[in-house]
């Protein structure tokens, strides 16, 4: 049997339907925010199966389960989605209920549709980011690049859209094992992280001549606060453009 989920059902509504499946289709600030790692997360813990994908126009999510698990679903949706995520339009369509799918999964992105999705926001570093930032014994101690499912570089990385790490600046950055186990495992707070980098393969600070000769042998945040010192001009690279610094006195 198929019926339709409303977000009004009512408990005996729920209970008396075995399983459903709805397509969700998501508008709004939907990419580059945690949106895809969410549904997945969620989806596990509530034990559904289904998928998700980003397309050109938004978010596309089939979720299936016992119609209680989904109500909690879309309410999660609606209540609690990624801190960085805004949902501008939500349309839920009921579907067949398929029996040739197990667990849920996250779709190679569709660029089909015409694009109709904003491009994500940079976010600053997140408590847990900073946490990690300043500890000695993690192993992004004072990594300058560091970020995660919910935070850092969105706008300024991406060249084209859907929002992947192909379609960023770090497609040159080939993911360590380390990384690439976070990047993989739903319980991970880097879990589908695009930008996800880390001493060992991320970007490097780099202190450059005004010529753009690249300045070798000296540790680039050390040197620049020598030179700072010194009474030089710097012009620090930050996301999204430069700042001037120089020792105002
Ligand atoms: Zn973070
Ligand atoms: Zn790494």
Same mark, same amino acid.
């Given at each position: 049997m198929n019926a339709l989920l409303q977000p009004d059902a009512t408990e005996a509504d729920a209970a008396s339907v075995a399983e459903l499946r709805l397509h969700l289709h998501l508008r709004g *600030?939907? =990419?580059?925010?945690?949106f895809r790692p969410w549904c997945a997360q969620q989806a596990l813990a509530l034990g559904l199966n289904g998928w998700v994908r980003n397309d050109a126009a938004g978010l596309q999510c089939e979720v299936q389960g016992p119609a209680a698990a989904l109500r909690v679903f879309t309410q999660r949706l609606r209540q $609690?989605? !990624? !801190?960085?995520a805004r949902i501008d339009a939500l349309q839920q369509t009921p579907q067949t209920v398929r029996s040739d799918e197990a667990g849920f999964r996250i779709l190679a992105s569709d660029a089909g549709a015409a694009l109709a999705t904003g491009l994500p926001a940079d976010a600053a570093p997140c408590a847990d980011c900073l946490d990690e930032l300043f500890?000695? *014994? #993690? /192993? /992004?101690?004072?990594? &300058? %690049?560091i970020n995660c499912t919910h935070c850092g570089p969105r706008f300024t990385i991406? =060249? /084209?859209? !859907?929002?992947d790490r192909p379609n960023? $600046?770090? &497609?040159g950055f080939p993911l360590c094992p380390a990384c690439a186990r976070e990047y993989r495992d !739903? $319980? #991970?707070?880097? %879990?589908? &992280? =695009?930008p996800v980098a880390c001493p060992a393969c991320g970007p490097q600070l780099a202190l450059w001549q005004p010529d753009g000769t690249p300045i070798a042998g000296v540790d680039p945040l050390a040197e620049a606060a020598r030179r700072l010192a010194a009474g030089q001009i710097l012009a620090v690279k930050g996301v999204g453009g430069y700042h001037l610094v120089c020792d105002a006195r």
């Open positions: *600030a939907v =990419q580059g925010v945690g $609690s989605p !990624p !801190p960085l500890d000695p *014994a #993690d /192993r /992004r101690h004072r990594y &300058a %690049f991406t =060249q /084209r859209l !859907p929002y960023t $600046s770090l &497609a !739903p $319980s #991970d707070r880097r %879990f589908h &992280a =695009q």
